[in-house]
C-alpha cells in the first residue's frame, strides 16, 4: 500500500513568490493534516481536515497559508505571498477515521526555502 | 514554556547498553501518547503508543505516569540501527492534532 506522498520534495523560492504545497493522503484515509518544522523549533501542527471540511485550522500562522482539500483527497497548502521565517518542512500526516488514537502517518515532507 | 519538554541530547551509547528518554507535559487534558521515531531528514514514524498501564515492545519499553505528566522509554541493548531523534508526541481531548516534543538525539556507537 502506497504511503503518504508529497510534492515537490524540495522548494527553493524567493519572498514575495507564491507557492503551492501538495499531499496525496493514503488511500481511504479520512484525515488529513499538516504539520511544519521550521528550524530550530518543534514540529507544529498547522491544520486538519476531515474528507473536505477544515475540521481545526487553529495552527494556521496567518493568512498567507490557504489549504485545500477539494472533493476529499489530495490536499494543497498554498503560501502567498511567501516570508522567510516561512522556510522549513512542511509535512502531511493522514489517519484513517475516528479515535484521537488514531495512529498518523507521515509523509516525507517537503523542504521549503524562502530566500 | 513548552507544551511537551525533551532533554535535547544527543546521548551517545555504546551497542548494547541501555538508555532511557523522559519527557512531561503541560496540559493536563492530554489523553494520547506516542512517541514517534524520526531519521535525519526523513518523516517522523510510530514508534509506539504509551498506555497507562506501561507497554513493551521487544527492546522498547514505553511508561506513563499522569500524576506526574511524565512519559518514558527506555530502549534495551541498543543497536546501531536506534539511531534517531526519538521525538514525544501528546494528544488533547477532543482534538486530533498532536504535540511534538523538540526530540532527544540518541547516537548509538559501535
Known amino acids: 500500500e502506497a504511503g503518504v506522498t508529497q510534492f515537490p520534495s524540495h522548494s527553493v523560492i524567493e519572498k514575495g513568490q507564491t507557492v503551492t504545497l501538495r499531499c496525496d493522503p493514503i488511500?481511504?484515509?479520512?484525515?488529513l493534516y499538516w504539520y511544519r518544522r521550521v528550524m530550530g523549533k518543534e514540529i507544529k501542527f498547522l491544520l486538519h481536515?476531515?474528507?473536505?471540511?477544515?475540521?481545526?485550522e487553529s495552527g494556521m500562522p496567518n493568512n498567507r497559508f490557504l489549504a485545500e482539500r477539494t472533493g476529499g483527497t489530495y490536499s494543497t497548502l498554498k503560501v502567498q505571498p511567501a516570508e522567510l521565517e516561512d522556510s522549513g518542512v512542511y509535512f502531511c500526516?493522514?489517519?484513517?477515521?475516528?479515535?484521537?488514537?488514531?495512529?498518523?502517518?507521515f509523509g516525507p515532507g517537503t523542504r521549503l526555502t524562502v530566500l | 514554556r513548552k507544551e511537551v519538554e525533551q532533554d535535547p541530547g544527543p546521548f551517545n551509547v555504546p551497542e548494547g547498553a541501555t538508555v532511557a528518554f523522559n519527557c512531561t507535559y503541560s496540559?493536563?487534558?492530554?489523553?494520547?501518547f506516542f512517541w514517534y521515531r524520526q531519521d535525519c531528514r526523513k518523516e517522523p514514524k510510530l514508534l509506539m503508543s504509551?498506555?497507562?498501564s506501561g507497554n513493551e515492545d521487544g527492546r522498547f519499553t514505553a511508561q506513563l505516569n499522569r500524576a506526574s505528566q511524565y512519559i518514558s522509554l527506555l530502549i534495551r541493548d541498543s543497536k546501531l540501527s536506534d539511531s534517531a531523534t526519538y521525538l514525544c508526541?501528546?494528544?488533547?481531548?477532543?482534538?486530533?492534532?498532536?504535540?511534538f516534543g523538540s526530540g532527544t538525539r540518541l547516537q548509538v556507537q559501535p
Open positions: 500526516a493522514s489517519s484513517p477515521q475516528a479515535g484521537a488514537s488514531d495512529t498518523q502517518y
Open positions: 488511500s481511504g484515509h479520512d484525515n
Open positions: 481536515f476531515v474528507k473536505e471540511s477544515k475540521q481545526d
Open positions: 496540559n493536563s487534558a492530554s489523553q494520547s
Open positions: 504509551v498506555y497507562s
Open positions: 508526541v501528546v494528544n488533547t481531548a477532543g482534538r486530533r492534532a498532536l504535540t
